[in-house]
């Protein structure tokens, strides 16, 4: 059976010129064992806020990038918007500390150009500072920010750093979005001129969480594999499923809206790790990373699970996997979670795709997933993107490569989510 396929990263490339933002020294933050975020960092006690997540990515481990005086402008597109926000900064996979001199968040031009929305720009602080240094394993949380931002509104994550070491840094591989680099300090420069670098990755950016409308509250959580990352979408469209899920869910009343926060990887499995998948990027279990990239997102109040794929690709039996899927489940539900189970879509083709041992087990967990008492819900996806004439493939019109899907697929997907089941 041929790999699955998934777009490489291009090279980190980079370039020049200027400088914003505060003076002030650096906050340090201590890693400690399994905590998600520093307390210390977090929004005061009694400071009146709620928060709902609005954007996310799996953190991995990526060797080969090292980024020394460089300014990083990372692109991100919120789920739902707000009229506040903060971000979350990670350093999971690091091999070493690493300090950010400055960070600057600001409304984004164009998905796919360097440049800010004039007068949007805004300095991004830790306890009131500037700088912050988080140890390897860690993660902080920012100050609020006072920027609004509207659902299809894109955002630019300024990070610069004067050095960052160590054999691994932490990211997100395949971000199916562009983003930028420059050479030296240029934090908040609204022409983005300097930004003549091109990234295909975010880093250390783990996520975005807004003040939500009055009457909203709750997150939602995507956790699968490179198909909910949004493999062979548009480049730059937002077209990931998650993204039309989110853009349904933006058009019911406000009491009825939820971020969406996809936690995808390429290469992801239920049951182990993989480490041989796409370039640099590790992928570790959706089992060993439900508590950090599930249960302590923000304000997650429902899970839908998207992931098994590349597991039934080695050749894991269909009774590891159901097991593999329950604990999931169990585990989401024992934290209070509403937990939908999506089928797994086919990946059948006249040669090089799942055999014919591969699609039983397929079949035997989508049965499972469509008949069990322990999920709230069912996204079947599987219905929803096989071809009727051959229900071990995809609908043509929807196959990028027999295993992933093109737009249209992404977009067939989104609207197997029941939304009734949202509320």
Known sequence: MRRFPLRRPAPVAAVVVSTLLLTAGAVTVAASSGAATSPDLAPP??????????????PQRLTGTTFTDKTLRLIVHPTTGGSALRIRLANTFGSEQVTFDRVGIALAASPSAAGLVPGSRRAVTFRGRASVTVRAGAKVVSDP????????QDLAVDLYLRNSDGEAVTGHESANQGSFVADGRHVGEVSGEAFTGSLTSWYWLDGVDVVPPRGMRGSIVALGDSITDGAYSAWNGNRRWTDDLAARIQRLPVRHRHGVLNQGIGGNRILADRTDCCGSGTSVSALKRLDTDVLAQTDVKYLIIADGINDIGYNATAEDLIAG???IVLRAKAAGLTVIGGTITPYGCDAGCFGAEQEATRQTV?????????????????????????PDRLLPAYDSDHLHLNDAGYEAMAAAVDLRLLR
């Open 45 to 58: 006690v009694g400071s009146g806020r709620s928060w709902t997540g609005a954007w996310a990515s799996s």
């Open 145 to 152: 920010v006072p920027l609004g931002v509207r659902h299809g």
């Open 325 to 327: 899927m329950r604990e």
């Open 366 to 390: 989508n049965t499972w997933v469509r008949t069990t008492t322990l999920l709230d819900g069912v996204a079947d996806f599987d219905l929803a993107v096989r071809d009727p004439q051959h």
